[in-house]
């Protein structure tokens, strides 16, 4: 059983996303917020008890990036929809969304020649960074915190920026393995 526990809690992130869209029709922005944090902390416990306690898996390796970036897709496009995100700062979620999309495409053509484009540390900052400025939206939108509007700003495009820059980086080296 404590074989499966990593896997469990990937799998739990993709499930934590189509609960997220309901609460999100329903505008329960603390539900949301609260089934967010423990999505995100899934991510950093499944990876921390497959290390220590020796479980890697195949399974693992290919299901975990993907609920990462289904959960950030998900999240990023709920926020555009309920208009949480306005004006020019939905484009920073546009861009991460498309680098989400494309590199996940990219990794499946490789994955069928046996090849992948390994995750760097860079990478890792990029989803923790996208996971708190999502979190930071919702906090904003749920508590109306506007003295933190202009950090909020600036956390957004940092997570847009770091995002296009792995992106970029990840297209590079899919470009490399393809020769």
Known sequence: MVKNIPNLLTVSRLIACPILIYFFFLEKYLIILTVFILAC???????YIARKN???????????????????ITMSIMLIINEDISGIHKIAFYIIIFREILITCLRFNLDKENKNIEVNKLSKYKTFIQMIAIG???????????NFQLPIIILIWSASYITF???????????????
């Open 41 to 47: 902390v899934t991510d950093l416990l499944d990876g």
């Open 165 to 179: 820059i792995t992106g970029f980086q990840h297209f590079r080296k899919y470009l490399k393995l393809k020769k």
């Open 54 to 72: 020796n479980l890697k898996s195949n399974f693992g390796k290919v299901l975990d990036p993907i609920a990462d970036k289904v959960l950030i």
């Open 136 to 146: 930071s939206v919702i906090i904003f939108h749920n508590f109306k915190l506007i």
